[in-house]
C-alpha cells in the first residue's frame, strides 16, 4: 500500500501557472503508475493525466493538453503536475492517484488516492 499526499494548489489569475506535486510513501513507488484527477463543484472526478511507471508515457485530458505537464521523480517518491495557461474552468479540487500496473483513465482503475489540493483559477 502507498499513502499520497497533493500540495501546491492555491489562488492563481487566469493565464498563471502552479506546480502541485504528490508525495508517496513506500519503496515500492517506481513501480506504480501515477494520474492526475480533479473535480469540480456539482461536477465527476474528470481525468487529467498520467505517467507510468519509468515515466516513458504520458497521457492527457484533451482540455489540458499542450498545457499540463505530468513528470515524477522516482528517486524523490513524488510526482508533479505543472500547470501553466490556468483558465477558470481549471478550478477543482485535485487528486493524486496510483496504480500497481497500467495507467490508465478511468478513476476505477487507480487503487490509491490522495485527499485532494484545491487550485482556484480566478478571471
Known amino acids: 500500500q502507498v499513502q499520497l499526499v497533493e500540495s501546491g494548489g492555491g489562488l492563481v489569475q487566469a493565464g498563471g501557472s502552479l506546480r502541485l506535486s504528490c508525495a508517496a510513501s513506500g519503496r515500492t513507488f517506481s513501480s506504480y503508475a501515477m494520474g492526475w484527477f480533479r473535480q469540480a463543484p456539482g461536477k465527476e472526478r474528470e481525468f487529467v493525466a498520467a505517467?507510468?511507471?519509468?515515466?516513458?508515457?504520458?497521457y492527457y485530458a484533451d482540455s489540458v493538453k499542450g498545457r499540463f505537464t505530468i513528470s515524477r521523480d522516482n528517486a524523490k517518491n513524488t510526482v508533479y503536475l505543472q500547470m501553466n495557461s490556468l483558465k477558470p474552468e481549471d478550478t477543482a479540487v485535485y487528486y493524486c492517484?496510483?496504480?500497481?500496473?497500467?495507467?490508465?483513465?478511468?478513476?476505477?482503475?487507480?487503487?490509491?488516492w490522495g485527499r485532494g489540493t484545491q487550485v482556484t483559477v480566478s478571471s
Open positions: 505517467i507510468s511507471w519509468s515515466g516513458g508515457s504520458t
Open positions: 492517484a496510483a496504480v500497481p500496473g497500467r495507467a490508465g483513465t478511468g478513476p476505477n482503475g487507480y487503487d490509491y
